[in-house]
């Protein structure tokens, strides 16, 4: 019988990396909107500070964490936090990440193995810190914060950007075939564009307005826009989706 489901998260745990500002923050919002507690992560102690109090105050369940994801200690330490504060995590959104503009030839070793280290590490640490409990409660969603960058080049960042994002979509589809027999869904997403501290900090106006002019909707994507996907992604409504990478551009990118 076919079983029409809801978005809704009650009684569910979300974990959140990145939350204290842009997408990760709106991923937050709309995650506890639906009923789940959340746990936020985040290196910018300060900036997730205020954020969890405007969290607070909207009367969510939610608590937040300073978590460097590229450490794999403080990911398995803040793992355990958050089971004793709020219960077991069965949603994951791996959303940390940083962007760097360098031009290949002027990429140092350092600055490679960083962004690397942020956005693939970070991810796989984050995995593994929660896989074998999804896997004893047969149930689990990992939502991997990729980019259009994965599936085609960077527009703002450098050649380690689109490498790191390009390895989190093969992660992804490994971990998806392994672990699809316990009921875990592991998803990517691809956002084009979207306008968050991380693309104000690396383009100027007249480069945003000139990405604009490449975007058939004529517009950057917000990060509620992109947040509206990972509820789905989140609920029970896309339990039969695993190990996809999904767009989110507005046409920039169609492949
Ligand atoms: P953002 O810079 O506004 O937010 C990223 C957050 O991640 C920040 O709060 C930052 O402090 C945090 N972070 C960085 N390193 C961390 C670490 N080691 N541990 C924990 N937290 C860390 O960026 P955003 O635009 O909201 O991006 C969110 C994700 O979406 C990133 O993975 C980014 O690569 C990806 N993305 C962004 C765009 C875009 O156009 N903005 C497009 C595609 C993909």
Sequence with gaps: MLRFQNFRLDGRIALVTGAAQGMGLAFSEILALNGAGVAMW??????????????????????????????????????????????????????AGILRRTDFRNITQEEWK????????????????????????????????????????????????????????GLTRHLAREVARYRINVNAVCPGSIDTPMVQRAAS??????AIEKIPMGRLGRAEDVANLILFLASDASSYITGASIDINAGELMV
């Design 42 to 95: 985040d290196v910018k102690g300060l900036t997730l500070k205020t954020a969890l109090a405007t969290m607070l105050a909207k009367g969510y369940r939610v608590a937040s964490y300073a978590v460097d994801v590229s450490k794999a200690d403080e990911v398995n330490a803040a793992v355990k936090k958050i089971e004793a504060d709020l219960g077991p995590v069965d949603i994951l959104v791996n959303n």
């Design 205 to 210: 106006q007249k480069e945003i307005e000139e």
């Design 114 to 169: 960083l962004v690397n280290a942020v956005n693939v590490d970070g991810a796989f640490n984050c995995c593994k810190a929660l896989i074998d409990g999804m896997i004893e409660r047969k149930r689990g969603k990992i939502i991997n914060i990729s980019s259009s960058a994965g599936r085609s080049t960077s527009t703002f960042g450098g050649a380690h950007y689109t490498t790191s994002k390009a390895a989190l979509l």
